[in-house]
C-alpha cells in the first residue's frame, strides 16, 4: 500500500512537472496521461493492516528471529501520535510486575521449573525512518512525531529477537516441539482510542483486528511448521522454510514439530482437517478426526461457510485445555486421549467463527465469543438432549453459584469463576434467546449476524441492537435479567 501511495505520488509529480513545462491544453494531453490523472484522483481505500513476518528459528537456543512489517491504517476520523504494538512474549520475561500465570497454576505452567523468556527490539522504524520507542510490559510505544492522520496508511517495521520461556502456555515447548500461540506481535486495537493491555493470567487477553498475512519461517530441515492457513514447505542447505499467506485472520500462529504424525480428513464440502499428534491410538485419531469433521460440517451448515481450505489441530502439553486461532487450534495432549475432551476440540472449532470471524474485545466482553463457542459445542455434542441438560446446568449454576455475573475478565479471581461467567452462564443466555426467538427467527440470527460483523469487531450494544431485530417482543428485560 506504501509502495503504491509512493507511485501515485511520483505519477502525480510527473504529470505536474510535465503540465509545467509544456503546458498542454486539454487536447494535447494524451490519452493515457488523462487515464493516469484519473488514476491519482480516486483516493486509496483504507484497508485492514497487512503483516508479513520473516521467522528464523534457532532450535539450540529455543529463539525465534524476525522481521515484521506491518502496513496499517488508521480508520477512524481521528489522528493519533502514538502507535501501540502489543508484544506479548514480553510478558515472559523476569521482570514482569503482572505474572502471565497465576501463583496456583505456576507449577503446571512450568513442569521442568520456571525458565523466562525475553522479547528484545532491535529496531523500529516508520515510514522507512528510524523512531525513538520504549515497553510498558507488554505492549510497545511508538511516539510519532507526525501525527497518524485519518485514513492514512503508515508502515512499521520492527527487528526483533524472541527467547521463548521453557513454559506449558499458549506458547512453549516439550520434546523438541514448540507452539508459538500470541508470540508475533500485533498491532494493538485502535478506534480512536488505543486498546492496549498486558497479559492476564484468566481468560484469553487478546483483542486484535482482522488483517492479511504472508508468513515465512525458516527452521532445521528436521522441523515441519504448522501454520495458520495452507502450508508450503521447501528445502535448502540443511533448513526447510515454510510460507503461508492468508487473506484474512484475527491473527497468525504456527507451531514446529520433528516428530508429530499427521492424519488428515475432508468434510463434506471439501476442507481438510490435519490432526498433529504424537500419544494418540490408531482408534483416538480416527475418533477425533470423525468429531472434528463433523463439527466443521455442524458449524458450516447452522453458521456460515469456514473460511479457509484447512484446519489444524496440534496436539501440545500445555496447562490450560485448549486455545483458538484462526486455521489452527492447540489441544492438550490428554483432552485427546480422553473420549470427553472431544467437548474440547469442537469448542475450538466453534471458535472459527465467534472470534476470528466476528470479532470482539475479549477483555471486556469475552461471552460474544465464549458463550457461542460453549453453546454451539454444546448444542453439537447434546443434540435433542440440549434443553435437558442445560436445565440440569442452570440448576447446578442457580444453587451452587448464584452471584454468577458475565464481566470483563478483570473481575475474576480465577480460571473457575471466569468459566462459570463467560462460558456456562453465557452459553445458557444463548440457548435462553435461542428459546426466546424461537428456532426459525434464531438460525436466521445466528446466519445474518456472522455476514453482518464477519472480520468487523462487534459490540454488546451492537448485538442486542442486532438481536432485536428477530424478536416480535421487547427484549430489554431479556438483556437485563442476564447481565445483572
Ligand atoms: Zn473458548
Known sequence: MIGRARILSIVLLSLLMACNSHEPTEETVPAALIEQEMAVSVPMEPKPPHYQHKLTYESTKNILIGETTIQAWNRTSIPTDELNIQLFLSAFEPSQKQPPVLPKSFSRAYPHGVQYGRMDIQEVQVDGFPVSFHRDGAILKVELQQPWSANTPREIQLQWTGQLPGIHHRLGSEKEAAWFGNVLPILSVYDG???????????????????????????????????TGEEEASNEQGSSKTVSKVDRAREFVFAITPNHQQESIRTSSGKDIHLYHRTLSKQTVSKVLQEAKGMLDYMESRVGTYP??????????????????????????????DPKG?????????????????????????WLDEGFATYFADEYLQGAKLPSYYAEEKRYLDRHFPQTKIQPIHHYPDWASYWRGNYRKSSLMIFALQQEL????????????????????VTKDEFVAFVKGYAEKDMDSFFQDWFK
Not at 486498546?195 to 528436521?222: C, I, K, L, M, W
Not at 470479532?359 to 469475552?366: I, M, V
Not at 424461537?438 to 469487531?457: D, T
Open 308 to 337: 479457509y481450505q484447512q484446519l489444524d489441530i496440534f496436539e501440545n502439553e500445555m496447562f490450560i485445555t485448549g486455545m483458538e486461532y484462526p486455521g489452527l487450534v492447540f489441544v492438550r495432549s490428554d483432552r485427546l486421549q
Open 438 to 457: 424461537g428456532e426459525e427467527a434464531f438460525s436466521r440470527f445466528l446466519k445474518e449476524y456472522v455476514q453482518e460483523f464477519e472480520y468487523q469487531i
Open 342 to 366: 472431544i467437548e474440547t476440540v469442537v469448542h475450538e472449532i466453534a471458535h472459527q467463527w465467534f472470534y476470528n470471524i466476528v470479532g470482539n474485545d475479549p477483555l471486556n466482553e469475552p
Open 193 to 227: 482510542e488505543w486498546r492496549v493491555n498486558q497479559y492476564e493470567a484468566v481468560g484469553d487477553p487478546f483483542f486484535s483486528e482482522a488483517g492479511s498475512y504472508e508468513v515465512e519461517v525458516t527452521v532445521p530441515d528436521s522441523y515441519h511448521v504448522v501454520m
